[in-house]
């Protein structure tokens, strides 16, 4: 796969996983002070590490690599997590999770994972 198909691919998954398919109730309950009824039941952090194991389920599928998955889910979990404590804008958590598939390209194609 060269660069410019593995970066799309990557992209494509992104947005498929942080706009269509995250449902109101994960991009809600995700955050740590929702404070919902439903984030009673089921904790802040299982919603965002279902919505973080997506992500990275997603770069592994495109990549192959697992290593680059669990980076993703990480990366995701706390890129998240920061823009839910107000630490910046969707604008800036946006880039940032586009910095990363970046990175995972360079990985990739450096054969380092």
Do not use: R
Not at 25 to 33: E, G, R, S
Not at 74 to 84: A, E, S, W
Not at 86 to 113: E, G, P, R
């Amino acid at each position: 796969m060269d660069i410019v198909a593995l970066l799309f691919a990557l992209l494509v998954a992104h947005a498929l996983f942080d706009f269509p398919l995250q449902g109101d109730a994960t991009a809600i309950n995700k955050n740590p002070d929702a404070n919902t009824s439903l984030q009673k039941a089921v904790p802040w952090y299982y919603w965002m590490a279902s919505h973080a194991l997506l992500h990275g389920g997603g770069v592994a599928l495109v990549t192959g690599s697992v290593v680059l998955g669990m980076l993703e889910t990480v990366c995701h979990f706390l890129i998240d997590l920061g823009k839910c404590k107000n630490l910046y804008t969707i604008h800036l958590d946006q880039a940032l999770h586009l910095l990363c598939k970046v990175i995972w390209v360079a990985l990739f194609l450096s054969k380092m994972i």
